[in-house]
T-cell receptor
Framework: GQQLNQSPQSMFIQEGEDVSMNCTSSSIFNTWLWYKQDPGEGPVLLIALYKAGELTSNGRLTAQFGITRKDSFLNISASIPSDVGIYFCAGQNSGNTPLVFGKGTRLSVIA | DTAVSQTPKYLVTQMGNDKSIKCEQNLGHDTMYWYKQDSKKFLKIMFSYNNKELIINETVPNRFSPKSPDKAHLNLHINSLELGDSAVYFC??????????????FGEGSRLTVL
């Protein structure tokens, strides 16, 4: 089946730094989404992208839907301690097909 | 008010036992899901139901049987538990339709440990 390659696997950054992570696929998706999972919780949707080339922001978070439909990135600016968690990208072909999740990027923020 | 609630949050049991996890959503969504998250945090879909009908079954052993009594509930029953079933199981829901269908609302997870 389809697979997503998400990188990096983990990151250790200083508070205040900007963060960038990305997701690539060997096949196209029509929707890209980014989720965050805090320890002991379920994933929470951060940003959903529906058009190739789309750039969307949610506070300090910015995500882009790659023009080829095969990739997406997520940037976090001026990181804070509560940004700690696992960030998952997900792709979907259509509303009736299941989401395919990346393996996650584990973010640690050092105060 | 919890949007997607699942019980129990923790479950420890012996191999060979049968157990159930319950899920309820109060968001008025038409579609519900069960996901399994392994020890490496990989999320994999197991089942998807739309208006009480099974629409996705991703090569899950038939020891796992979902049941949806109504569109607000999706329960997961597991027979003859095996060590490899140990994981965190997440229930989720979403709106039906092409738009927004990927925007999932997850429960807090049920951590199953099989001894």
């Amino acid at each position: 089946g389809q697979q997503l390659n998400q990188s990096p696997q983990s990151m250790f950054i200083q508070e205040g730094e900007d963060v960038s992570m990305n997701c690539t696929s060997s096949s196209i998706f029509n929707t890209w989404l980014w989720y965050k999972q805090d320890p002991g919780e379920g994933p929470v949707l951060l940003i959903a992208l529906y058009k190739a080339g789309e750039l969307t922001s949610n506070g300090r978070l910015t995500a882009q839907f790659g023009i080829t439909r095969k990739d997406s990135f997520l940037n976090i600016s001026a990181s804070i301690p509560s940004d700690v968690g696992i960030y998952f990208c997900a792709g979907q072909n259509s509303g009736n097909t299941p989401l395919v999740f990346g393996k996650g990027t584990r973010l640690s923020v050092i105060a | 008010d919890t949007a997607v609630s699942q019980t129990p949050k923790y479950l420890v049991t012996q191999m060979g036992n049968d157990k159930s996890i319950k899920c309820e959503q109060n968001l008025g969504h038409d579609t519900m899901y069960w996901y399994k998250q392994d020890s490496k945090k990989f999320l994999k879909i197991m089942f998807s139901y739309n208006n009480k009908e099974l629409i996705i079954n991703e090569t899950v052993p038939n020891r796992f049987s979902p049941k949806s009594p109504d569109k607000a509930h999706l329960n997961l029953h597991i027979n003859s538990l095996e060590l490899g079933d140990s994981a965190v199981y997440f229930c989720a829901s979403s709106r039906q339709g092409r738009a927004k269908a990927g925007e999932l609302f997850f429960g807090e997870g049920s951590r199953l440990t099989v001894l």
